[in-house]
């Protein structure tokens, strides 16, 4: 009986200094598959006299389905090792010539799939797509320039129907001191608070550039920085990045599309592709935005979808618009879902609605208003958020009691040695 005592005391002891242990010394990790690889070849992007782009409708129902990708002109000089893809997409809406039936014999050694495609009806089926696809709320056009009590308020009503959404906020990379900022600021952080996840909005390129300057692809990366570090600066914590359709087949621009997982894609139907050899990598979230109607009529859309509500009008149109999207009874997916990770310098992730900066989590669970950040900033040289000084001074205390468990179970160890001990003697 004593031995038996004895052990179960041990064996207590040892599972709770392996559970201390897992606690202060294992990092957590996820661990993810590998990502699909798939390879189109295609010769033309475009069938003759249509519009839509037949190679970017492909590209976008891979990338949906979290697939790399490589893209490359069917040529018999441009040979490529078919075995290290898990899949072929042949895109031939041209006419027969020697490529193709160099490419036939080629492939006759390939163990895997090969899909042929020779015409827009043989790209996508349709059919039962919205039942399958993942479906979000995107509050789109949102910028320091709209009326923020308006948007405070659509932030209610969306509250009061229980969606959680995707709210983009364009880049602010000047003046970002002014007052109008921090009330910007303020607007987002209380959509945090509220159920919204922040969408960084790619600057806006014309023929002159962003903001003036050249269009390349450094230049823009380091406006997206400067806007990124603005915003963090300031408790926004974007979790994605919002471009243009056809920014995906921009060489200067894949370094920055590349900085997160989670993209949110701008459709457009009659962009120009002539590319010869070009990757896309597989996107964690690769997420189309769509209007209403055309959700409604299945059109542009894919397997995981953005329903946009225009957020810069007049509040009884805001709740209209979101009225119709609730009377479809649509599954609206809420934006804390999903995961993410976003960089440019600092890191932000996103674990299914849990937000860490640089592995610091700055969650708003609560509204963080002006006066409270211009507090918090005041009294601390490193501008730490207080939502993480509040965990920092938790997690001590929970090691503080650990610790004093375990040196209570060593006390309860001795004392039982020392009892048996004399029961022993006696």
């Known amino acids: 009986m004593i031995y038996m005592n004895k052990c179960f005391i041990y064996r207590v002891i040892t599972i709770l200094i392996c559970f201390i242990g897992a606690e202060y010394f294992i990092t957590p990790m996820k661990c993810y598959g590998e990502n699909e690889k798939i390879l189109i070849l295609y010769d033309k992007s475009k069938e003759y006299g249509s519009e839509k782009n037949l190679l970017s409708a492909l590209v976008k129902s891979q990338l949906s ?19 290290q893809y898990n899949e072929i997409f042949i895109l031939n809406i041209g006419e027969e010539n020697h490529s193709i039936e160099a490419l036939r014999e080629e492939l006759k050694s390939y163990g895997r799939k090969v899909n042929w495609i020779k015409k827009s009806s043989e790209l996508l089926d349709k059919k039962d ?16 320039f709209n009326d923020l009590n308006n948007l405070i308020s659509e932030i209610d009503y969306l509250k009061d129907k229980g969606i959680k959404f995707f709210i983009e906020a364009a880049p602010v990379f000047v003046n970002e001191d002014l007052k109008a900022m921090g009330r910007f600021s303020e607007a987002l952080r209380y959509a945090q608070a509220n159920g919204g996840k922040v969408i960084l909005k790619f600057p806006i390129i014309n023929s002159k550039g962003v903001n003036g ?45 590349e900085s997160t997982d989670t993209l949110f894609l701008n459709y457009n139907e009659d962009i120009n592709i002539d590319i010869d050899n070009y990757g896309i990598k597989a996107y964690t979230n690769f997420i189309q935005k769509v209007d209403l109607d055309d959700y409604i009529n299945n059109e542009k859309i894919s397997s995981k979808n953005a329903i946009k509500i225009e957020s810069n009008c007049n509040l009884e149109e805001f709740k209209n618009n979101v009225d119709k999207v609730l009377s479809r009874e649509i599954n609206l997916i809420p934006s804390n879902k999903i995961s993410s990770y976003i960089k440019f310098g600092s890191e932000i992730k996103n674990d299914y609605g849990r937000v860490f900066l640089n592995n610091q989590e700055v969650t708003q669970d609560r ?15 490193n501008k730490e958020n207080p939502i993480k000084k509040d965990l920092t001074f938790t997690n001590r205390r929970l090691e503080i009691f650990s610790g004093a468990a375990l040196i209570i179970f060593i006390g309860i160890l001795i004392v039982s040695r020392n009892i048996e001990r004399k029961r022993f003697f006696k």
């Open 213 to 257: 300057t050249d269009t390349g692809g450094k230049i823009i990366g380091d406006k997206l920085k400067e806007a990124f570090k603005n915003y963090t600066n300031y408790w926004i914590y974007p979790v994605g990045i919002n471009a243009d359709e056809e920014f995906l087949y921009r060489e200067d621009l894949k370094n920055i599309l």
């Open 367 to 381: 509204f963080i208003n002006a006066e409270e950040y211009e507090s918090a900033v005041n009294k601390t040289i």
């Open 65 to 83: 389905k979290e697939k790399e990708i490589n893209i490359a002109k069917i040529n018999i000089d441009n040979q490529k090792k078919l075995e």
């Open 129 to 144: 797509l919205k039942l399958k696809a993942e479906t979000y709320l995107y509050l789109d056009n949102v910028t320091p």
